[in-house]
């Protein structure tokens, strides 16, 4: 089956800048997760959707970042205005809901470089 | 709040010998754990799950619920486990997924 896709894969962009990321989950996975990886750390959830509904953003830094999923599939993340310390990968996710033996599959993520 | 730690940053281990990668947690209900592994230049992917009992690739992991634990154990370790590892905690409630900082395991010859 094909893997969770993202794009691009690489970003550089300047401080204040505007930046948006796009992610294609594996078919038929309701749930999707965006997670911030800051090097040298592990990933942090920014926000997750059940189908096109978000369950969690609360450590989605509303005041710069927003994230939709229109019609439950594809799902775009947005940074308007960056800042230096949003530098980092940006990984998505996807799994089936809960069940016996599912698990979130990775996308190879978004490493955006902000200067 | 739930979380995950892993206590080591960094882990140097010579091949062949036993390897433990530590991991606890705290979460009020009955939490879902798992070992995420990212090879270098490749994805984050799913080495284990607690639910499964399984060995992959010679590791295993027990759940400790009295001790809020998820380590992750091999018995001989080889080069090609030289790796990041995160633990991870799903929540029974909602599915949100919570990682560890990770551990880098560094196999030396």
């Known amino acids: 089956e094909a893997g969770v896709a993202q794009s691009p894969r690489y970003k550089i962009i300047e401080k204040r800048q505007s930046v948006a990321f796009w992610c294609n989950p594996i078919?038929?996975?309701?749930?999707l997760y965006w997670y911030q990886q800051i090097l040298g750390q592990g990933p942090k959830l920014l926000i997750q959707?059940?189908?096109?509904?978000?369950?969690?953003d609360s450590q989605l830094p509303k005041d710069r970042f927003s994230a939709e999923r229109l019609k439950g599939v594809d799902s775009t993340l947005k940074i308007q205005p960056a800042k230096l310390e949003d530098s980092a990968v940006y990984l998505c996710?996807?799994?089936?809901?809960?069940?016996?033996?599912?698990?979130?599959?990775f996308g190879q993520g978004t490493r955006l470089t902000v200067v | 709040a739930q979380r995950v730690t892993q206590p080591e940053k960094l882990l140097s281990v010579f091949k062949g010998a036993p390897v433990e990668l530590k991991c606890n947690y705290s979460?009020?209900?009955?939490?879902?754990l798992f070992w995420y592994v990212q090879y270098s230049r490749q994805r984050l992917q799913l080495l284990l799950r607690?639910?499964s009992r399984e060995s992959i690739k010679g590791f295993t992991a027990d759940l400790n619920k009295g001790e809020t634990s998820f380590h992750l154990k091999k018995p001989f370790a080889q080069e090609e486990d030289s790796a990041m590892y995160y633990c991870?905690?799903?929540?029974?409630?909602?599915?949100?997924?919570?990682f560890g900082k990770g551990t880098r395991l560094h196999i030396l010859p």
């Open positions: 996710a996807s799994s089936i809901p809960r069940g016996p033996n599912t698990e979130a599959f």
């Open positions: 078919s038929g996975h309701a749930t």
């Open positions: 959707f059940q189908n096109n509904g978000v369950v969690d």
């Open positions: 979460y009020s209900g009955s939490p879902e």
């Open positions: 607690h639910i």
């Open positions: 991870a905690l799903r929540e029974n409630r909602d599915d949100k997924i919570i």
